[in-house]
Structures are given as C-alpha cells and as structure tokens.
C-alpha cells in the first residue's frame, strides 16, 4: 500500500508552478516487497521534493475500510477531511482479485485560518491485493481507478 499525499497553495495554481505541481508523480518504486504501508509526501514548500513517513505494518482504519471475503478485498477510502468539496455521494467499496491493485485520488481545498489563503491536498492511494512481484508495479496501470478529484478553485 502507497499514499501519496500532495499538498500546495494557490501559488501553484498558476504557471510557471502549475506545471511543477502537475509534473509530480502518483506512485514511486516501493523501497521493498514485504507487505507494508508507505506513505511520500510531495510540499510545494519543500519543493515537491518526496518525503517518506516510517513505514507502518498496519493501514489507517479511519482513513481505509478494507474487508476480506471469499479471495476479493473490498476497498473503501474514507473522505476524513473537513474541506470542500463535501462529496454527497461517494463510490462503492472496489472489489479486487488477487493480483490485482487500485489507485483511488480525492482532492480538497481549505482556508488557512491564520490568513484566509488557500491550501490544497491531492491523495493517491495505490493499493495491490496479494503478493507484489516488482517494487515498480505502481508506475503501471492500475487494475481498478476510481477518480474522485473535483474541481477546485
């Protein structure tokens, strides 16, 4: 499992930075193939440059809802963020075979109390069901793709 969390402010809504921001990857190589939570974080204030969080062995039960059945995971990515866009209406669990991965991105925007700017999250969750053969098998095409990016202004 891969998170990868990229957050900017309204500086990098615009060009030249828009193209920076949009030139960040949604997956990296895994640093190894035993089963773990990576997450990398992308800060335009560090220059988008990828920071990895400590490995953990165990997934974010309020941020993910995964439930095992007959060989199929039922995936279903939790919207914890209190910021816009509130989705009314969010996807059903995806079902994945062994084998098989998911990549998932939702997005939000929220002002800053302290100045009322704006700062910006984009999240890729990249998920394989079973055992991974190759640390590149999220620069692939995912199995399964749910797409709840919206547009922010």
Do not use: C
């Amino acid at each position: 499992m891969q998170w990868v969390r990229t957050e900017w402010t309204k500086q990098s809504r615009g060009e030249p930075e828009a193209t920076r921001r949009n030139a960040v990857p949604e997956a990296f190589p895994l640093p190894h193939l035993r089963p773990a939570v990576h997450e990398v974080r992308l800060l335009q204030w560090h220059d988008f440059a990828p920071d990895w969080a400590p490995e953990r062995a165990e997934p974010d039960r309020m941020a993910l809802s995964l439930r095992e059945d007959d060989g199929v995971l039922a995936v279903q990515l939790q919207d914890t963020m209190i910021a816009t866009p509130r989705r009314q209406h969010r996807p059903s669990p995806v079902r994945l075979a062994r084998g098989e991965w998911l990549r998932w991105q939702i997005n939000h925007r929220w002002a800053r109390p302290r100045d009322g700017g704006w700062n910006y999250l984009l999240v890729t969750l990249n998920l394989a069901y079973g055992p991974v053969g190759d640390a590149k098998l999220f620069l692939g095409t995912p199995t399964r793709y749910v797409d709840e990016r919206a547009r922010l202004r």
